[in-house]
């Protein structure tokens, strides 16, 4: 059985600086989602992907980030994925220059319009252990991410 919902989706929560100063106000958006049938499968993979959206849709909100990682910047010019220590200007030289990705770490479903989003939420991290830490829901942890590369390294060896 098909279903067609449309979600109406409070997002993306108000962004603070670390200040504590408005940046951005959140706004609302509606977003339609296509269910091939009813089964308890389906649902909550519905869920899950209502939620991953809500957390991208979050994660691009490109001015907070990129204060984020001039913060970073600050304190390790090679912007190291704070997962692996992947370093994109060291692994590919100028093209790899400032490039690393925010990940934040609040649960989902904790998030409502008024959290406050700050630094400490956000971690920065290379594009495979951003990939990684996605890949399940609820998403893993830095320190679990961490703690699989050291085990499944230290394997290899
Ligand atoms: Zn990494
Ligand atoms: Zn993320």
Redesign the pocket.
Known sequence: MEILEFIPVESVLDIYDINGNLVKQGDEVVTSIILHNDSTESLSTFEGKKKLFL??RK?RDVVFMKKCKDLYAKKDPLLSCEACGFSFQKAYGDIGKSFI????TKPISGLTRETKISIDDIKM?CSNC?SM??SKYP?YTIEEIKKLITENLSNVR
């Open positions: 957390h991208f994660e990705e925010g990940h934040h991290v951003h830490i996605h998403c």
